[in-house]
Nanobody, 116 residues
Framework: QVQLVESGGGLVQAGGSLRLSCASSEPTFRRYVMSWFRQDPGKERDLVATISGDGAITAYGDSVKGRFTISRDNAKNTVYLQMNSLKPEDTAVYYC?????????WGQGTQVTVSS
């Protein structure tokens, strides 16, 4: 079982920035594709960004391209989501996910609230 712990959420004004972190104690962390998702109450969980195990390949949801950046530090077993130019519609609970083959693990989520 891979444990993931998100942090860095909070309340920010529109136009501001936040950096989310997702830390794991998993020794094979570098083998996992890591992703950030977000979810509003009553809605589906949407993909925000994903990064390959070595960090060489990244992909983003259309709504965050050019504003958010995903990165990882495999020496620290941590993946980050830098969020800039935040908008009220970015308000959601943000989750990180670790994927390797058929195995998927989720963190507990961190709330991000963007005020207008």
């Amino acid at each position: 079982q891979v444990q993931l712990v998100e942090s860095g959420g909070g309340l920010v004004q529109a136009g501001g920035s936040l950096r989310l972190s997702c830390a794991s104690s998993e020794p094979t962390f570098r083998r996992y594709v890591m992703s950030w998702f977000r979810q509003d109450p009553g809605k589906e969980r949407d993909l925000v960004a994903t990064i390959s195990g070595d960090g060489a390949i990244t992909a983003y949801g259309d709504s965050v391209k050019g504003r958010f950046t995903i990165s990882r530090d495999n020496a620290k077993n941590t993946v980050y989501l830098q969020m800039n130019s935040l908008k009220p519609e970015d308000t959601a609970v943000y989750y990180c996910k670790a994927t390797m083959g058929k195995n998927q693990y989720w963190g507990q989520g961190t709330q991000v609230t963007v005020s207008s």
